[in-house]
């Protein structure tokens, strides 16, 4: 099985299969549906109490066992009782990604029509009109959705070593770099820090279960938990690579883009008097209306959408290895088993079937595809970050914490034990089975 070939590389790598959409499009709105600065010190323990231990979990379950989240579980435990475990990862990682390979669509999008000026003097009205008819158009939408999974495929088609660890690389310092820039501009406009007393000053007030379960459901999509990415890129880890550390230094690394993000958003939106409980709006529609009354608005827009774009790519990249490491070591053994590029075309035919499904389905182009009045995008979604992903991540910590003994964290005895102690019986708590329940 081919591996990272240094340290860091697996920790960027790791930080950029979580730092996706999910730190610089979910955080923002979900801090401002939620209340601010409270809001983030809940987020910030959560991943702390629940997010470190189990992206710990599973990197431990990937290097302890040399597998993929296919062939973990099977490794570690000597049956396949806990088989059905790389089934919920593999289906998590499809389900993410026919809907958010549309996403990752409409970012490309949103930075080549910043680039082309086309949101000139756009006011909300207009702006929600562009996004409604864009929306609205199936092959335009499908078009820069089939862009994303190529380009991600393309990155896929080389070894590990090759392909994401030197892109990521690459792609992860320019990230922080243009999330620094941008922070440092957005601050310091005028009104500015009206936007950072909501996102750093605390008001307990605003506490409520439900924004206590935002929390810890925000903490583990952030976190990438659940989908078998960790696991797929601890089984690429180097054998001298300290898993407790690198878990350590990606969830602050996590959490610091996040905030980034934050500082990015938050500051403009209150600068121009906008509402920062837009919801998922706040990207398309309210942000390049904000921009319209800064400084260069085609400028900030594209470099913003440009933000976007790799940080989307750079999860795509992680979600979409999982699909490839599955099909190539579940075809291992049979008479035809499927190479690297054989498993990348596989994985990319069955991308585009999904992602055309979601996007016919979002346009009204596939009735049958609507269920209880959602369409597959929003079925999608909410079955992934509602039931998937927090099934994925609490079935992986019972399994260690109960069942595999030799794949528990070899740290000291003390840290050992608060270890065991999370994942037997913190982790699974009723409260953690519901953390992502908007």
């Not at 240094?6 to 920790?11: F, N, T």
């Not at 470190?52 to 379950?61: A, R, T």
């Not at 583990?220 to 880890?237: H, K, N, R, V």
């Not at 121009?272 to 827009?301: A, I, K, N, R």
Request: glycine residues 8%.
């Amino acid at each position: 099985m081919k591996s990272f070939s240094s340290r860091i590389g697996v920790l960027l790598a790791a930080a950029g299969s979580a730092v996706g959409l999910g730190s610089i499009w979910k955080f923002p709105y979900t801090v401002g549906e939620n209340g601010g600065g409270a809001f983030i010190i809940l987020y910030i323990i959560c991943s702390i109490i629940f997010g470190l231990p189990l992206v710990m979990n599973e990197f431990m379950i990937g290097k302890l066992s040399g597998k993929s989240a296919y062939g973990a579980y099977r490794a570690l435990s000597g049956n396949n009782r806990w088989q059905w475990l790389s089934w919920t990862n593999m289906l998590s990682s499809l389900f993410l990604l026919s809907f958010y390979f549309v996403v990752t669509g409409w970012c490309i999008y949103y930075m080549v029509e910043a680039a082309l000026n086309t949101f000139d003097g756009m006011e909300a009205p207009q702006l929600t009109a562009f996004f409604n008819t864009f929306e609205g158009n199936a092959p335009v939408m499908l078009v820069y959705a089939i862009i994303s999974i190529v380009l991600t495929a393309s990155v896929l088609w080389f070894d590990v070593n090759k392909g994401i660890e030197r892109l990521s690389k690459i792609l992860m310092p320019i990230l922080f770099i243009m999330l620094i820039v941008m922070a440092v501009h957005m601050v310091f406009m005028d009104g500015g820090t009206t936007g950072l007393r909501f996102l750093f000053e605390p008001d307990f007030s605003k506490i409520t279960p439900k924004v206590i379960l935002e929390a810890m459901g925000l903490s583990f999509f952030t976190l990438s938990l659940g989908i078998g990415a960790l696991i797929t890129y601890g089984g690429y880890m180097p054998e001298d690579q300290n898993v407790a550390k690198t878990s350590v230094q990606m969830m602050v690394l996590v959490i610091i883009v996040s905030l980034l993000a934050g500082m990015i958003v938050l500051p403009a939106v209150f600068a121009y008097g906008f509402s920062p409980t837009e919801g998922p709006e706040l990207t398309f529609v309210t942000l390049p209306e904000v921009f319209q009354h800064m400084f260069s608005p085609s400028l900030t827009s594209t470099a913003f959408f440009a933000l976007m774009c790799v940080a989307a790519i750079t999860s795509t990249i992680s979600v979409m290895e999982v699909m490839v490491a599955f099909v190539c070591e579940a075809t291992a053994d049979t008479k035809r088993p499927l190479n690297r590029h054989q498993s990348v075309i596989v994985v990319t035919l069955i991308l585009v079937v999904a992602n055309t499904l979601c996007i016919l389905s979002m346009t009204g182009h596939a009735d049958w595809l609507t269920i209880m009045g959602q369409n597959m995008f929003d079925n999608a979604n909410d079955l992934v970050t509602n039931f998937l992903i927090p099934l994925g991540a609490l079935a992986v910590a019972v399994f260690t914490g109960w069942f595999v003994p030799k794949a528990r964290y070899q740290g000291s005895r003390m840290a050992s034990c608060i270890y065991l102690i999370l994942l037997r019986w913190v982790i699974p708590s009723p409260s953690s089975l519901y953390s992502s329940i908007p």
